[in-house]
């Protein structure tokens, strides 16, 4: 059985990502209105109504904004933490109390055939996370929107088939660019996002180059490019003695399309 994975959309103006394995379908944040996100799943022939959940990652509007609508149009779960529960509730509307689920970070659950291990991640946000889904041999880590990865989810994320990692800002343009000093401050501290040259050493550190897929997420509009990010990355993977264009899948997300659907075995 194939586990499928697709960003729908990754960046500031949204996020939303879609996972399936064994017919549990999930999407993981939805930051766009509710009929944008069904055209997103329209685009890889998903329909809306066969979706298993919700999974949130922190409170943010490009992280929540159609989140309450698809819970309530399509009668879906919503599974976020106590305090993005917190958060988010006067943002996303009214849920039904059964589609209210409440996990604890860093404790695993289960989504039907899923196993999934919500990670605590650094951010300005009320308890951030990322994602770790887990089904039977398969591993697929989702991380952004983190201003640092420590040693600690480096180790938790390592042995991943499929590597969602941000790769928000090239540092050079984003301190020579047009952002605020304060801005510029937020996004580059441990509570910011993490820059092309974070993911190149990140992931040089957790992969072994025996074919996983990496995708580069959460790229800046105005402070990255994606020839900057994918060459970054690629060169500082390259020394650690892994070859980008043998041994390994190096693609970008969008912030405004569905990515390639992946699958994997």
């Not at 919700?54 to 819970?71: F, M, N, P, Q």
């Not at 305090?83 to 509730?89: C, E, I, R, S």
């Not at 899923?114 to 039977?136: E, Q, R």
């Not at 580059?188 to 025996?210: C, F, K, M, P, Q």
Request: aromatic residues 8%.
């Amino acid at each position: 059985m194939e586990v499928k994975f697709c960003s729908l959309s990754s960046g500031s103006s949204g996020n939303c990502q879609f996972i399936e394995a064994k017919g549990t379908r999930l999407l993981v944040d939805g930051g766009f209105s509710g009929k944008r996100i069904e055209g997103l799943l329209s685009a890889i022939d998903v329909n809306p109504n066969t979706l298993d959940g919700i999974l949130v990652t922190h409170e943010h509007i490009d992280h929540v904004k159609g989140v309450g609508i698809l819970s309530r149009r399509f009668d879906l779960p919503i599974y976020a933490n106590e305090q993005t529960w917190l958060g988010m509730k006067n943002i996303i509307g009214e849920i039904k109390e059964k589609n209210i689920k409440t996990f604890i970070t860093e404790e695993y659950l289960s989504i039907k055939d899923i196993s999934i291990y919500p990670v605590s991640i650094f951010h300005d946000a009320l308890d951030p996370v990322g994602y770790i889904f887990n089904y039977k041999k398969t591993k697929i880590s989702v991380i952004t929107d983190t201003g640092w990865v420590n040693d600690e989810i480096k180790s938790k994320i390592k042995g991943s088939n499929l590597y969602l990692l941000e790769s928000n800002h090239d540092i050079k343009m984003l301190k020579e660019g047009s952002y605020p000093w304060y801005l510029k401050q937020r996004i580059l501290s441990t509570r910011g996002h993490l820059s092309n040259e974070d993911a190149g050493r990140i992931l040089g550190e957790v992969i072994s180059g025996e074919g996983e897929v990496i995708l580069l997420g959460h790229l800046s509009k105005e402070n990255n490019t994606e020839s900057l990010a994918y060459e970054t990355v690629k060169t500082l993977i390259d020394s650690r003695g892994i070859d980008v264009d043998k041994d390994i899948v190096l693609n970008m997300t969008y912030r405004d399309r569905a990515s390639k659907v992946y699958n994997i075995k």
